[in-house]
């Protein structure tokens, strides 16, 4: 049986993880999705957590990627320094259980000035531009808890950095003043774009935040209009930081589609071409490509 053919994909994060079955002719056969994320496995508990998902999906080989590959996770992955491709990522796969179950390495770049980390991310992106969905030479924004702004040059990522938009979000939502101003949900509307021009502006990003309580209280912001507010304030800095990489005038944005939108609305805003794609079409391919190379 050959990988390319009949093999298990599974993208395992932090707090959840998707698996995939997929067939001959790289066809998706099956699926499954749940809340074992690695921090709810127990200690010595990731053998039983994989032989459930062959147990749901069917006794194939297994491909993983993210957080799974991490010092917290199954069987830690190294990174691959930039530039890194599908080749290089299929060379340096973390075998687990020899021809039959293995981690994708995550990615790192490293410069006199600056480092980075991505876990999971780097399967997307490589297999967007794999299949024609991204070009060879690219700006890429991959939002969730860390975005991620990936430059690809000659379909390789070859450099990268990571803004935790996401996490501050969650935190702010959950933990400070403005977590009451924060249990409405956040839209794309009239309040997102002004809180967008103004994180794209100003350099003072605490101040800006606190200032929203204030003017709540004082009638000059709707208490129904802070949350979105506080979302384009805080995608606006995001994108101002990550546009810094990119001269060019298009960006791809790409993960779940709930928070693409919000991030292509943001780039748009601030004059920029943005183009959607679909992060869990793009792991697929990767998954099927890195097949295909697994010897």
């Known amino acids: 049986m050959r990988w390319a053919e009949n093999f298990i994909a599974v993208d395992w994060g932090t707090t959840n993880r998707r698996g995939y079955r997929v067939g001959p002719g790289g066809a998706l056969e099956d699926e499954m999705e749940d809340d074992r994320g690695i921090l709810s496995v127990e200690a010595g508990g990731f053998d039983q957590a994989v032989a459930e998902i062959r147990a749901r999906l069917g006794d194939l080989p297994m491909l993983m990627a993210g957080m799974i590959g991490s010092n917290r996770g199954w069987v830690e992955a190294p990174y691959v320094p930039c530039p890194a491709g599908l080749p290089e990522l299929a060379q340096n796969l973390k075998w687990v259980e020899p021809g039959r179950?293995?981690?994708?390495?995550?990615?790192?770049?490293?410069?006199?000035?600056?480092?980075?980390?991505?876990?999971?991310?780097?399967?997307?992106?490589?297999?967007?531009?794999?299949?024609?969905?991204?070009?060879?030479?690219?700006?890429?924004?991959?939002?969730?808890?860390?975005?991620?702004?990936?430059?690809?040059?000659?379909?390789?990522?070859?450099?990268?950095?990571?803004?935790?938009?996401?996490?501050?979000?969650?935190?702010?939502?959950?933990?400070?003043?403005?977590?009451?101003?924060?249990?409405?949900p956040a839209g794309i509307n009239a309040a997102f774009e002004v809180g967008v021009r103004r994180g794209l502006e100003t350099p003072h990003i605490t101040a800006e935040l606190f200032s929203v309580r204030a003017?709540?209280?004082?009638?000059?912001?709707?208490?129904?209009?802070?949350?979105?507010?506080?979302?384009?304030?805080?995608?606006?800095?995001?994108?101002?930081?990550?546009?810094a990489l990119a001269a060019e005038a298009e960006v791809v944005a790409m993960g779940r589609p709930e928070l693409t939108s919000l991030f292509a609305a943001a780039l748009r805003i601030a004059g920029r071409t943005a183009r959607e794609v679909d992060g869990e079409a793009a792991f697929l391919g990767g998954a099927r490509h890195l097949a295909e190379l697994v010897q």
């Open 101 to 184: 179950t293995a981690i994708v390495p995550g990615v790192c770049f490293s410069d006199d000035d600056d480092a980075d980390v991505m876990r999971g991310e780097e399967v997307q992106i490589l297999g967007a531009y794999a299949q024609g969905l991204v070009p060879a030479d690219a700006i890429v924004c991959h939002p969730g808890t860390h975005n991620k702004w990936i430059r690809l040059k000659d379909g390789r990522i070859c450099s990268f950095r990571t803004v935790m938009t996401g996490e501050l979000f969650n935190l702010l939502k959950g933990h400070s003043i403005l977590a009451d101003l924060l249990a409405l």
């Open 215 to 243: 003017r709540v209280l004082l009638g000059k912001t709707a208490r129904e209009d802070a949350s979105s507010f506080i979302s384009g304030l805080l995608i606006g800095a995001d994108v101002r930081a990550g546009l």
